[in-house]
């Protein structure tokens, strides 16, 4: 499950914090896999979406009607920033889209083991139902259209990968907390 930058398996380097973070497409199970987590290792949870939320009161769906994705991105980068900072060890959960910013990416690994859940997109349609009220879902194909663009930068931001597919919110929360043991004793 862990790999090094260039694909290959490798044990994570040592982290200079002691977060765990959850990234993925919307519907991956970031957001119920993270509280399981963050119940389990009794830690606080924080959602990144949220953190954007609460600073401007307005859902994200506001934000984007009101103010576009660029803007968005804005909040959310300094989002992941602030979360990332946080000296008390979190279970973190970003925006589907937390991990397109390089910076926020280097924030995120530098801040803990990062782990991308992930499903086919057909499962993550499911999960979230197409015409949904996320802002960037609106049809199917979308949501096969964000996974290729962002393949990439989950790659990138990634210590680790759970597949998510099939599989229970307490399977895969296991898988999550099992995988990160095997390559960073900090989770304990």
Known sequence: MSRADDGSPAALAPTTGPHLVLVGLMGAGKTTVGERCAAILDRPFVDT????????HLSVTEIFEQFGETRFRELERQAVADVAASPAPLVIACGGGAVLDAGSRRALRDAGVVVW??????VL???VGVGS???LLRAAATLE??????EAAYEAAAHLTVDTADRSIDDVADAVLAA?????TWIG
């Open 145 to 150: 259209r964000l996974a290729a663009q962002r």
């Open 117 to 122: 859940l992930q499903a086919p997109t057909a």
């Open 180 to 184: 990160v043991r095997e390559v960073d």
């Open 125 to 127: 349609e499911t999960r």
């Open 49 to 56: 979406d949220v953190v954007v939320e609460a600073t401007v």
């Open 133 to 135: 009220t996320r802002p």
